[in-house]
């Protein structure tokens, strides 16, 4: 049955027991009162009226109590719809006066609720976004010692899945036992723990906060990681910069003063000894001013400021020159230089004068580390819908572990060789052809076997595979 329904027959049933109460209860008074001969002439009419009265006021109450049962209806249907993705209906303003306050009370609460409702989901909302853009991690822990929530951040530094809600255990959300134990260790919003940790899983050298979150008494906790692996190879970085750059100035330098000393001690007086010196002395300043204006060259690529000047260009008019622009220093060397370009030409959206640099830079090192009776053999050819140049050696060649490093500043395979420059030449070629959306790599089969640098930079428009020889130089 029905609430409303109910309702109505309790209401009907205690309107008929009144009457049939109050019935008998009259009966009763009345056969108190009159003589004992007139009592058999009040007792069909009391019945007759306890079997009519009782029917007519069990449906009067149930009619006058109608329009208050609808309107309870109603506001329960509302209630309901409360929980409905359709949303509640509109709470009634009829019935009694009763209902009538009922309802706009319901009313008034129902509509605070969901202002307040709406006003949360707003904040979480905005909470997870907040928490999934920063970059520093967040994870925090409840008093149970269960995380509860884990940032996309932090679960890229851990290498654990990211939660906003739910909650797992210290070592099944983190894996990682130095923080579980930086989590469990005592905190307070005056001392808060940290630690700088090694996450095994990622690598990565992380700083981590816990301080107390919420009430004292609940130990529930925030944890605040840092991602400190960049800043910490930056400050490598930045560390063996100027510790290469003290070295590289201390060479000419050192041979500077020991020149100048020289000349001091009397060969100045010596015409033969002077000029024999004072080249020397001009050697090293070359050197020098070459070095410095390879770092101001550098630092401009690196920072932004080195605007290419790019224009359609064929990669073959400019390797041709390029080589040819060493084949004497090629030739002092005993080596031998062959350029070998492509039949077709190579379309690239190139600055000319750069893309020339890095491949004069590539054949130089080539020059550099090849002995007497060597080859250079420079190439252009298509790959996919890149164009490259390859220049190839039978020098020192390379070993698997230096293939990446030749690149970084200040590096030499063979440091014994202190005339070879000073290891800035391929770390410009690197990043010049990065700021034309270019790469460049290095190959060797090992140590005194040779080694090819090639250079791929984006064709300009698409060309077809060329099946065609490549021609002689």
């Not at 994870?139 to 851990?158: C, G, K, P, R």
């Amino acid at each position: 049955m029905r609430p409303s329904r109910g309702l109505r027959a309790r209401a009907a049933l205690g309107a008929a027991a009144g009457v049939l109460i109050a019935t008998l209860v009259a009966g009763i008074a009345l056969a108190v009162a009159t003589e004992v001969e007139a009592r058999a002439d009040l007792a069909i009419p009391l019945i007759l009226a306890a079997v009519l009265g009782a029917p007519l006021a069990a449906g009067l109450a149930a009619g006058l109590i109608g329009r208050d049962v609808r309107a309870l209806r109603q506001v329960q249907r509302s209630t309901e719809g409360l929980l409905s993705a359709e949303g509640p209906e509109p709470f009634p303003r009829a019935g009694g006066p009763e209902v009538r306050d009922l309802s706009m009370a319901i009313a008034d609460t129902t509509e605070a609720l969901q202002a307040e409702s709406r006003a949360l989901e707003h904040d979480h909302a905005r909470l997870e976004t907040v928490l999934a853009s920063m970059t520093d991690g967040v994870v925090i822990v409840e008093t149970d010692n269960t995380v509860s929530l884990v940032n996309q951040a932090a679960a890229d530094m851990l290498d654990v899945r990211a939660r906003m809600e739910g909650q797992a255990s210290l070592a099944d959300a983190l894996r990682d036992n130095d923080l579980v134990e930086l989590i469990r260790a005592p905190t307070s919003a005056e001392q808060p723990a940290a630690r700088l940790l090694s996450v095994g899983a990622t690598e990565r050298e992380v700083h981590a906060i816990a301080v107390p979150l919420g009430l004292p008494g609940l130990r529930q906790r925030l944890v605040l990681l840092r991602d400190l692996t960049d800043l910490r190879q930056t400050e490598t970085v930045r560390r063996d910069f100027v510790a290469n750059v003290s070295h590289e100035l201390r060479t000419p330098l050192s041979a500077l003063r020991a020149l100048v000393e020289t000349l001091q001690d009397g060969a100045a007086d010596d015409p033969a000894s002077r000029a024999e010196f004072l080249h020397g002395i001009e050697v090293e300043v070359e050197r020098m001013s070459q070095m410095i204006a390879e770092l101001l060259d550098l630092a401009r690529i690196e920072s932004g400021m080195a605007d290419l000047e790019l224009s359609a260009v064929d990669l073959n008019q400019i390797v041709a020159p390029a080589a040819d622009r060493l084949r004497a220093q090629a030739a002092r060397h005993e080596l031998t230089l062959e350029v070998a370009a492509h039949a077709d030409p190579l379309p690239v959206h190139a600055d000319p004068d750069r893309t020339a640099r890095v491949v004069m830079s590539l054949i130089h090192n080539a020059i550099k580390f090849t002995p007497p009776s060597g080859s250079i053999r420079v190439t252009t050819h298509q790959s996919d819908v890149d164009a490259v140049v390859s220049v190839s050696d039978t020098g020192a060649g390379l070993a698997l572990d230096e293939l990446d490093r030749v690149f970084e500043r200040f590096y030499k395979s063979d440091p014994s060789r202190s005339g070879a420059g000073a290891g800035l030449g391929l770390s410009i070629a690197r990043h010049t052809v990065r700021q034309h959306g270019g790469r460049i790599w290095a190959e060797s089969p090992g140590l005194g076997h040779g080694a090819t640098f090639s250079v791929a930079l984006p064709l300009s428009q698409p060309a077809r595979q060329f099946q065609t020889p490549l021609r002689q130089r």
